[in-house]
């Protein structure tokens, strides 16, 4: 498939509307994986290495618990949207994502490391959803008791890294004197 348009929120959680809104002005989902991911890979790229475990708040996730965070989050939406595509009726269960945080190895890992994996797996999931028809990326799956379908989940996808790109520009690197 060459161009996979606009998600359809009446099959989509509450949350994703939020998500969807970041993404708008963009039409085609291949396009906005692809933009989102050249974005995001020279944003990592250019983070200031002194800030990478730094947490604005008690409580809160270093940046690069941050960046980790969605590369799970893709890899999570990635199987949602393949078992969708394939007609699975099997409902998923949510993840606790505070949970992943406190079990990950982000003190080991560094920026450079992250910023490969994220475009390893942005990778992935553009591989993904070009190889989806029409029909199966409006294959009505359910995730945490909501249905969605793999076109939205690719939409959710876009505009969950923007979110959190937004989140270090305005929290992480507040006294940095990088321009982002």
Partial sequence: MSFIGR???????????YY????????????????NLNETES???????????????????????????????????????????????????GFDEDWYARHNNTDQ???????????????ASISLFKGMTGAMLDSIGTANNTPNTPRNVGWIM???????CNIIKERYLVDADENF
């Fill in 7 to 17: 998600p359809n929120p009446e099959f989509a959680p509450a949350y994703a509307k």
């Fill in 20 to 35: 969807f809104d970041r993404t708008l002005g963009q039409d085609d989902l291949l396009l906005a994986l692809e933009n």
């Fill in 43 to 93: 944003f990592i790229a250019g983070l200031p290495e002194e800030k990478a475990d730094f947490q604005y708040a008690d409580e809160k996730w270093t940046l690069k618990g941050v960046i980790l965070h969605f590369i799970e989050t893709e890899r999570i939406f990635q199987y949602r949207a393949l078992r969708f595509s394939r007609k699975d009726k099997t409902a998923l269960d």
């Fill in 109 to 123: 890992r560094s920026l450079e490391d992250l910023r490969a994996e994220f475009m390893d797996v942005r990778k």
């Fill in 158 to 164: 876009v505009g969950h890294v923007i979110h959190h």
